[in-house]
């Protein structure tokens, strides 16, 4: 299981108010959450009319599909003509396979064998 960060930052030196604002920041989230399987929220420098902070994230089976993903998040900030994209940073995890290096998960919870804090039976 791999799971897949970025960080987006957007210039929008068109807002003159925070109506201006939402309304650039309303249309990329709601687009990347219509065509695309990620997450995304604006996440920083909220006060600021002229700057959004956005954060994607997706998990996938494989890395290529995570990096695919976040690859079109990127390109859909690019072709924003209200903003202007500014920083990219992007982090792929990798959690072993199925996810079985999660400490904690629900594995745990249940018990199950062969999960890493599996509680180990007494013969």
Known sequence: MFVGVTRIVLSIPGARSLKDKRSVVRAFRDRARARLSVSIAEVGELDRLQVAIFGAAVVARDSAHCSSLLSEVERMARGLREA???????????????????????????????????EEEEP
């Open 84 to 118: 202007l994209l500014t920083d990219v940073s992007t982090e792929i995890i990798a959690f072993g396979n199925g996810g079985s290096q999660i400490r904690g998960g629900i594995e745990q919870l249940l018990g199950v064998q062969g999960s890493p804090d599996a």
